[in-house]
Nanobody, 126 residues
């Protein structure tokens, strides 16, 4: 089992940046594929980014490529989402998720992740 606690959301102006952090407790963090999803009001939860358990592979939704990065630190049991050049359409609740040994071809499938953080609001003003 792993517990996920997120931090770092808030209100940001368009074009701004922020970092969301996800701290994991429990054992064997380095075995988990980690991901970020987001859910805007009235919309389905959607995939944003993921990183393999080794950290060697990263995956991004087309809408965030070139603006978001997802570094992880297995020594500290953390994964971040660094977001740049924010747009109003990035406004959403952002969730950290974890799945042990998830293959890269499946990282965008939210139903495969058993562990989720509580969610953190990011609001981008125009």
């Amino acid at each position: 089992q792993v517990q996920l606690v997120e931090s770092g959301g808030g209100l940001v102006q368009a074009g701004g940046s922020l970092t969301l952090s996800c701290a994991a407790s429990g054992r064997s963090f380095s075995y988990y594929t980690m991901a970020w999803f987001r859910q805007a009001p009235g919309k389905e939860r959607e995939f944003v980014a993921a990183i393999s358990y080794t950290g060697g592979n990263t995956y991004y939704a087309d809408s965030v490529k070139g603006r978001f990065t997802i570094p992880r630190d297995n020594a500290k049991n953390t994964v971040d989402l660094r977001v740049n050049n924010l747009k109003p359409e990035d406004t959403a609740v952002y969730y950290c998720a974890a799945k042990i040994y998830l293959s890269g071809q499946y990282v965008g499938q939210k139903n495969l992740y058993p562990y989720w953080g509580q969610g953190n609001q990011v609001t981008v003003s125009s």
